[in-house]
């Protein structure tokens, strides 16, 4: 039996070149991989995925609450010892 899932893309950044950094996850947003495609790419692999995208204000990740962290947030910001 087949079963179809929700995917979902959040756009993290611009990177020079024409490449976007993104993270994408399958069911559960808060569980996902981060990748880099050339925009083209990006775009062309978000519509065959049928992806929904994360990037409103509603979609907050949880690592911009303090809650979590991803590899983006962990080579863009320095993170203190909670001691």
């Known amino acids: 039996m087949e079963t179809t899932r929700q995917t979902f893309v959040r756009l993290l950044r611009q990177r020079r070149g024409g490449f976007v950094e993104f993270e994408y996850a399958i069911g559960d ?14 775009e062309e692999f978000c519509k065959a995925q049928g992806a929904r995208r994360l990037d409103g204000p509603d979609d907050r990740h949880a690592s911009e609450d303090g809650l979590g962290w991803n590899l983006h947030s962990a080579t863009t910001r320095r993170f203190r010892d909670p001691s």
């Open 29 to 42: 947003p808060d569980l996902a991989v981060e990748l880099i495609m050339p925009v083209a790419a990006f």
